[in-house]
């Protein structure tokens, strides 16, 4: 065999695919993040070759590395370790042999699937893949199955070379953070909010999180919570990371000194609403993403999310709003964010609340409510007083906030 091959990773594109006019954008915005990722890495180059970023390894052992940070770049779909090699069926075989070589001895059965982009290529798909499963076959001794193999090598035929792998790993999917503009995320310690972050974040969207709090009125575990949550989701959108931490405990106590007790959640979640808008417009944010589901709990009926949108002009976004919430959990569960929103702790909305809230408040009580204090200066009051972190969220302390609560 002649000299071994450099080990690449060939990450494949999701949703890019299908953009037609405006994939170059897509394909920057793609390479970027990617570049990101891999910043501190044994990487020798990055480049793209029909739809597929090919990423050359300076060594090998790196490969769990770099296998762990594509899990986390939305807008790639699957990709894979493997080899480069000329356009010829030898060429191809003696990838195919290198890489069984590297892999160790093949356990169970096989098959070969070949994609080509190259359609002058000699051989077709269904050809080239006989072709090269033989040569496994023979090489191997093992077992060749079509419907369920345990393993399934890759052959990828474009028009300068050919690209040789093993099994694909699955990527997150998506767009790539940073094509749809900036959104302001409402961000709990429960299971909800995390969720919705993700999916806006999925779809293309640098996130700035807003974390509400009531403390000194409950305990400090809700901050604690966000910090956590907050980097766990910032894995997907480095370097670009922004969480605002507001204190809204005594503007909840003038609330519910003035207002009516069944009326106060949704005044509460209004006060919320404005704030994040304020931070939304500093931020250049395009909308506010919360985590609520019709129904779920009191402030969450169709007449209570109407009242409480009212006081914003920007889109209102709410990805979880058909979801139960064994659904939600369960995608909390895939991607991470379970472990920290199961710790108890105490939301800000359960400060002043009472035993019976009013489900169906209309935009005219809200208001008339509203008329016993000043919104205005609640608003200027809470964000005053706001903690801000950004940059490396593995920096970030939670202390911060505590101090500012209590300044």
Known sequence: MSRQMTSLVIARVHELALKGQNRPFFKRALYENLR??????????????????IIRLEDSSVWPEVAERLRWVFGVAN??????????????QQGLAELLERQGPLQGSFRIRVKRTNKAFPLTSPELERELGRFVQKRTGAPVDL?????????????????????????????PVGVSGRVVALLSGGYDSPVAAYRLMKRGCFVTFVHFHAYPYVRPISIEKAVELAR??????????????????????EIALAAEA???????????????????????AGAIVTGESLGQVASQTLEN?????????????????????????????RIGTEPISRIPDDDCCTVFVPLHPATRVTV??????????????????CLARRTVYEGDPFRWDPLAALAAATA
Do not use: C
Not at 246 to 253: E, H, K, N, T
Not at 364 to 371: G, S
């Open 36 to 53: 990101y990722a891999l910043r501190d890495l044994p990487v020798s180059r990055l480049q793209e070759r029909a739809l597929r970023y």
């Open 79 to 92: 990709f894979s370790l493997g080899l480069e090699t000329a356009l010829t069926v030898e060429a191809m």
């Open 147 to 175: 419907s369920h193999p345990d393993v399934t090598y890759q052959v990828e035929v474009l028009y300068d070379r050919a690209l040789v792998s093993g099994e694909s790993l699955p990527g997150p999917g998506g767009l």
């Open 232 to 253: 766990h989701l910032s894995r997907y959108q480095p370097p670009h990371n922004r969480l605002v931490i507001v204190p809204i405990g005594d503007a909840q106590r």
């Open 262 to 284: 069944p009326l106060r959640v949704v005044l509460y979640r209004r006060l919320m609403l404005r704030i994040a808008t304020e931070i939304a417009r500093e931020e250049g």
């Open 305 to 333: 999310m109407r009242a409480i949108g009212a006081v914003t002009d920007l889109p209102l976004l709410r990805p979880l709003v058909g979801n139960n919430k064994d659904e939600i959990i369960a995608e909390a569960v």
């Open 364 to 381: 005219e009580q809200a208001e008339a409510a509203e008329r016993a204090y000043d919104v205005a200066a609640l608003v200027e009051q």
